[in-house]
Every structure is written in C-alpha cells, then in structure tokens.
C-alpha cells in the first residue's frame, strides 16, 4: 500500500505575497502621483506612511509563512520571498525618512547668513494641511542649524555684480533652480513710461499765458539717512528667489539667493526652506551646500575670503 504524504499549504505565506504586492502598487501610484502628478505632499507622506504599514504587515506574514516551512514543510516559502521582495521599496523609503527625521535637526529653513537671512521677495504659501510649519524663524532654530551644519556659510568672491550674477543664474539652472522673481537687477527694472505730452496753454493778445491748470502741492522730503540706506539697498543688492523639487521624490523647496556688493567684491547668501512640514529631513542644507559648491567651480580664480 503507497502511502502519500500531501504537504500542508502556508495561507499566510500566500496572503503575504498579496497584501506585499498591493504595499508595493500603492507606494509606485503615490510616487508618481506626487513626482509627475497634482498629488500634494501631504496626501504623499500620508499614503506613503500607509504603504508602509501595509508592507510590515505583509513581512510579518511571510515570516509566518517561512517559520511553518521550517517546522512542517509547509508550500509556500516562493510567496514569502516575493512578499518580501515587494516589501522593501515601502519600508526603505519611510526607514530611510525615519533615520534622517531621527538624526537631523527639526528644523526647515536654513540660510547662510544666520544674522540677516535673505528676505523673501513672495512668502512661500502652501496648503499644509496635516504638515504645518511655523512661519516665524527663531533664535534658536539658527542656531541649530550652525551646530548641525557648521560649514554651510555664504561666499565672497572679488568679481563684478554682472558676472557673479551671470554665474548664480547658470548655476540655479543647472541645479534644477527654477527662478520665479527677481529684485534689483538691472535688466529687471520696468521700462521708463513715455513722457505725458502737455497740452500748450493758451495765451491772450498780450502774451501772457493763462494759469496752469494743476498745481503741484509741495510733499515731505523722506529723511536723508532713509533715502541713502534705500538707494544703497536698491544698488547693492540683488535677490533671486525661485523654487526647486527633488529629482526622485519629488519635494518642493523655496530658494532665495542674495548677492550683495562689499567693498569691490560680490557676497553671495542663500536661503532654502521645505514649503510642507516642520523637519526638512537635512535636505535643505543639501541643496543649498550643492549650489554653493557649483557656484564656487564656476566662479573659480575669484572667490576671496
């Protein structure tokens, strides 16, 4: 007499390997949903979190499954592993947004002027929904970004405003640095109105001409030290502000970049901040420390101390 042994079936090695693959569909629509797509970064975080509970869950199923492969030779041990396989994407990307959120501090402006941060020209505005942010940088947020990033300062280089200029715009461009606005550039200013062509006054057979209709009315002159500072400010600075998203996930950023002349030679300050959230996971001091090092090699032979 034959005597068949017929092997047990894992179900929750089976299920894994569902539960896996829906966590993996989920996190590939959110992503380019959020990179290509009108999904917000909010909703982003929020279904990508959800992708992420869903694959943990989808492990500990094909744990499941593999431990009764182990003890009683139960079928399933391919669907553990491709349940596994799928798992990942979802779990790296929200461990690999856990570490930085652990390890960076929770800030998401940073600038390389702690003192005087360059101004924005149109305060970023962004629904935050679930991931707001206070408008309001403090004290001490700076001086947690100096502690974190103690080598993220501006730069001076012995040029003329026009070249310097010329390079922070080529540079922005090649860094994904979309300029939206800029203040103080000469070929920025509006172009000057026509004069108002002035209707001749008529005379009378003496000659004298008739009052003029309008009369000036004599207004206050600003203050001398008011009116010098702004002209100084209208002349010696310029301020770029654009804005940039990360090439794989796609998050926005907000960039001001300020050039400023001193004493024959060219400052150059930025400023990036996250538009959603109070943590920017360190990638702001990123983008910003890649600017200035693009900006250096282009500029190269004229950076001075």
Not at 38 to 67: D, N, Q, R, W
Request: proline residues 7%; glycine residues 6%.
């Amino acid at each position: 007499m034959t005597i068949r042994f017929d092997r047990p079936v894992s179900h929750a090695a089976r299920a894994s390997r569902l539960v896996a693959a829906f966590a993996l569909v989920l996190c590939i629509v959110v992503l380019l949903g959020h990179r290509f797509g009108p999904l917000e970064t909010p909703y982003f975080v929020l279904f990508l979190l959800i992708s992420a509970v869903v694959a943990a869950l989808a492990v500990l199923l094909a744990l499941a499954g593999l431990m009764q492969l182990w003890q009683r030779g139960a079928e399933g041990g391919v669907s553990a592993f491709k349940a596994l396989v799928y798992a990942a994407l979802p779990l790296a990307l929200v461990g690999y947004g856990v570490e930085r959120y652990v390890t960076r501090p929770a800030i998401y402006d940073v600038s390389t002027d702690l003192a005087d941060a360059p101004p924005w020209l149109v305060p970023p505005h962004a629904e935050q929904i679930w991931l707001p942010h206070d408008q309001n940088i403090s004290a001490s947020v700076r001086e947690m970004q100096a502690e974190a990033y103690p080598a993220l300062t501006g730069r001076r280089y012995e040029g003329a405003m026009d070249r310097v200029l010329e390079a922070a715009r080529e540079v922005a461009k090649e860094n994904g640095i979309r300029i939206t606005k800029v203040d103080g550039a000469a070929n920025d200013e509006p172009e000057a109105k026509p004069a108002k062509r002035v209707k001749p006054r008529a005379t009378d057979e003496s000659g004298v001409s008739d009052a003029p209709d309008i009369v000036p009315i004599p207004t206050p002159r600003p203050a001398v030290e008011d009116e010098v500072a702004s002209l100084i400010q209208q002349n010696s600075d310029v301020t770029l502000q654009g804005e940039k998203r990360t090439t794989i996930l796609g998050l926005h950023f907000d960039v001001v970049i300020r050039l400023r002349e001193e004493a024959e030679t060219t400052l150059v300050d930025i400023r990036v901040a996250s538009r959603y959230g109070p943590h920017d996971l360190g990638l702001s001091a990123g983008i910003a420390e890649a600017y200035l090092k693009a900006l250096d090699a282009e500029l190269m032979g004229i950076s001075g101390g």
